[in-house]
Structure formats: structure tokens, C-alpha cells
């Protein structure tokens, strides 16, 4: 179990970027996947992106491919994920959540994930 907290989150205007930041209070997560999701309509959560354990494979939604970007920086605890050109349809509350997992395999669906983090909310204004 690890303990995830978000930050990041802003109102910003249309086009422009914010970069979250998700870390542990506790143990590291170097041996965990992570995944960023987005709260969806009727509460569902929406599958954002994704990076294995080593940072070497990232996974995007097709809804933000090319404007998103996943990363993890081993040393500092951190993911991050770095989100450009936003639109309205960006807002909502980001989640980050982790999977205790050391393969290349990408998972996509929250029941995958056990860890999640409280969530920072993103506006973007037109």
C-alpha cells in the first residue's frame, strides 16, 4: 500500500499547460505502475494515462495523445504528468493512482489500480 498525493491542479485558460505532480507520503513506489485517471460523467473515472514501474513505457488515451506526457522521476518519488494545449473538455479532478507492478504490461481500468490519491482539480476556462 502507498499513500498518493496530487498537486498541481489550477484554473487555467485554454491552450495553456499545468504539469501534476503525484508522490507518497511513506514508502517509495519504484516498484509501482502508475496511472493518472479523470473524473468522468456519473462519476465514473476515465483512464488517462499510464507508466510502467521504470518509466520506460507510457500509455496515453487517445483524447489526449500528443498533448499529454507521463513521466516518473525515480529520485525525486515523483510522477508527473504534463499537460499541454488544454481544453474545456479538460476539466475535471485528475486522480493519480498506483499498482504494485514491476512488468511491461499497461493497465487501463481504475479496478486495476488499489492506491489512489484524492485528486487535484483542473479548470480550463474559454
Known amino acids: 500500500q502507498v499513500q498518493l498525493v496530487e498537486s498541481g491542479g489550477g484554473l487555467v485558460q485554454t491552450g495553456a499547460s499545468l504539469r501534476l505532480s503525484c508522490t507518497t507520503s511513506?514508502?517509495?513506489?519504484?516498484?509501482?505502475?502508475v496511472a493518472w485517471f479523470r473524473r468522468a460523467p456519473e462519476d465514473e473515472r476515465e483512464f488517462v494515462a499510464s507508466?510502467?514501474?521504470?518509466?520506460?513505457?507510457?500509455n496515453y488515451a487517445d483524447a489526449v495523445k500528443g498533448r499529454f506526457t507521463i513521466s516518473r522521476d525515480a529520485a525525486k518519488n515523483t510522477v508527473y504528468l504534463q499537460m499541454n494545449n488544454l481544453k474545456p473538455e479538460d476539466t475535471t479532478i485528475y486522480y493519480c493512482?498506483?499498482?504494485?507492478?514491476?512488468?511491461?504490461?499497461?493497465?487501463?481500468?481504475?479496478?486495476?489500480?488499489?492506491?489512489w490519491g484524492q485528486g487535484t482539480q483542473v479548470t480550463v476556462s474559454s
Open positions: 507508466v510502467t514501474y521504470n518509466g520506460e513505457v507510457p
Open positions: 493512482a498506483a499498482r504494485y507492478y514491476n512488468g511491461l504490461y499497461y493497465y487501463s481500468l481504475p479496478k486495476d489500480y488499489p492506491n
Open positions: 511513506g514508502r517509495p513506489f519504484d516498484n509501482f505502475a
